[in-house]
């Protein structure tokens, strides 16, 4: 998808950090679970980690949040909750380094500081600025999530036609001959799926950014 610059959304709403509050809103979860897990994942194996232990950083993030959520106070003044989340999670990328080093067997971990006390680390969000790495993965990830979403909302030929022709970038031609369809019902599907789309971001940020 090649346009995806999307309007500056508002803060993160105190009520959703609220939500999370509650262990038992399930419903809360499995929506930051469905949104978060695949920019913790990724930023777990550029920090050159494996697919298994990047699996367990996505787990001890989120038990990290759940076990943080009850103290958090969320204040834009002091520090996102983009800023607060990318700390976390590299903070159990870096046990997992740790871990790696104290492994003789394992391979060669680069060396990092003496860790502090869990609830130390995760008290204060303050200061915590997401560097522009983080800033892109956040991005995407917001890009893929609404995506994931949409699909599930649309006919499955109109996202068929959409995956196609905008997320594979597949001709035209290629397209309408082998999906047995007409140009326009492309094109119609293509300014359907991109306006939801751009909507579902917008809602997305300013339920969790």
Not at 155 to 173: A, C, I, S, T
């Amino acid at each position: 998808m090649s346009d995806h610059s999307f309007e500056e959304s508002s803060p993160t709403r105190a009520s959703l950090i609220g939500r999370l509050k509650d262990l038992g809103d399930q419903g809360a979860w499995q929506e930051f679970f469905d949104i978060y897990w695949r920019l913790i994942y990724a930023t777990a194996l550029k920090a050159g980690l494996s697919d298994a232990e990047a699996q367990d950083v996505v787990q001890d993030t989120l038990l990290t949040v759940a076990k943080a959520m009850p103290n958090f106070e969320y204040d834009p003044g002091r520090g996102s909750f983009k800023g607060w989340l990318c700390q976390t999670t590299r903070w159990r990328i870096g046990d997992h380094l740790r871990r790696r080093a104290r492994d003789p067997a394992a391979p060669q971990a680069q060396e990092d500081t003496a860790r502090t006390a869990t609830i130390e680390r995760i008290a204060d969000p303050a200061s915590l600025e997401p560097d522009a790495a983080w800033e892109a993965d956040w991005q995407k990830n917001f890009m893929e999530a609404a995506i994931e979403r949409v699909k599930h909302k649309v006919k499955p030929k109109q996202y068929q036609l959409f995956d196609f022709y905008v997320l594979k970038g597949r001709p035209m031609r290629e397209v309408t001959e082998k999906l047995r369809v007409s140009m326009a019902q492309v094109y119609f599907a293509k300014l359907k799926l991109t306006g939801l789309i751009r909507k579902e971001v917008r809602q997305l940020e300013r339920r969790w950014k």
